[in-house]
């Protein structure tokens, strides 16, 4: 987050919420330079393609790709064939692929090679999808539901297996830190909870699941928890909640290092490290996104302009 130039450009910063409007920044300013408007719905959640030509938008019924370069207000892909809210979204490294989930109950895969964007396959459960992640591995899925229960989907074998936490908790996200050691999760009773990963990785042993055995139980907030991400240099977790906080914990031994506080920022919705992992960007419902430093706990800089609640913030520097 350093420097301007040729680098600044190449950041892309993009929230979205309530009030039906995607914004860009300039995430070294705090300028706003673009404003997409989309009508049909809040956005539930946003994510930059690997590319990072476009941004995906996962809204009520639809998702839709915006161009992140071009003026064009109008979305390069539309995709109106879903029931319900989707409320997650993100893609296959290559970007061959997208992947989706939503309050229908399923995850889905979607063929982003072909010109109209096509449902390749479908994973159903038996309660509204609240998050999906790809495991580094590029292989499995991680999908979480209301009911409390995290599956995962081996994409190559179809295989599928599934942990509980806690009982009739709601998971609202999961998280894999880049380099596939740790699976956390958090809920709606604001609790965080972590996961050793091991296996499989190639040969006959890839016929299962990756394994995930417990690790720590964090009891991470008083109130709901709505976001969890590990930092890209996997040293850093990152939960957020309806306590108007977000808590920076060290994966060393999953200790508090520290806590995002500021006056008026009510239910932390979503954030975002840096790709140096030395700051996190959040979203919260006072309409205003921020950037703190990591180590200092401070803010950096504020994002204002929306007028309701941000929901989902997409962030890419091009450095993790």
């Not at 297996?161 to 380099?179: G, R």
């Not at 890839?206 to 991470?220: D, F, G, L, S, V």
Request: hydrophobic share 35%; net charge negative.
């Amino acid at each position: 987050m350093t420097g301007g130039g040729a680098l600044a450009d190449q950041v892309i910063l993009a929230t979205g919420g309530y009030d039906h409007t995607i914004r860009f920044w300039q995430a070294h300013s705090g300028i706003c330079h673009r404003t997409v408007q989309h009508p049909d719905s809040q956005v539930n959640a946003l994510e930059v393609t690997p590319d990072r030509q476009t941004v995906a938008v996962a809204g009520h019924q639809h998702i839709r790709m915006y161009d992140v370069a071009s003026g064009n207000a109008n979305p390069v892909v539309n995709y109106e064939g879903v029931s319900k809210n989707v409320t997650a979204v993100g893609f296959h490294e290559e970007g061959k692929w997208m992947f989706t989930g939503g309050e229908d109950c399923s995850a889905r895969i979607w063929d982003l090679r072909a010109r109209n964007l096509q449902c390749q396959r479908i994973f159903q459960v038996n309660a509204p999808v609240s998050c999906v992640l790809i495991h580094p591995n590029q292989g499995e899925l991680i999908v979480g539901d209301q009911s409390g229960s995290i599956h995962f989907w081996d994409l190559r074998t179809d295989h599928n297996e599934q942990l509980v936490p806690e009982a009739d908790a709601s998971i609202t996200s999961v998280s894999v830190d880049p380099e596939g050691s740790y699976l956390a999760s958090v809920n709606n009773r604001g609790n965080c909870y972590v996961w050793t990963l091991s296996g499989p990785s190639s040969g006959a042993a890839a016929a299962a699941c990756t394994q995930a055995r417990p690790k720590t139980k964090i009891e991470a907030h008083r109130r709901y928890a709505l976001r969890c991400r590990f930092s890209p240099d996997s040293t850093l977790l990152a939960t957020t909640s309806a306590d108007q906080t977000t808590r920076i914990w060290k994966t060393a031994d999953f200790g508090l290092m520290t806590e995002l506080k500021c006056a008026n920022q009510r239910w932390v919705w979503d954030c975002a490290f840096s790709g140096d992992s030395q700051y996190i960007f959040t979203a919260s419902s006072d309409n205003v996104a921020r950037l703190w430093s990591v180590e200092g706990g401070d803010v950096k800089r504020e994002y204002n302009g929306h007028q309701k609640a941000i929901v989902a913030l997409a962030f890419s520097d091009g450095l993790a």
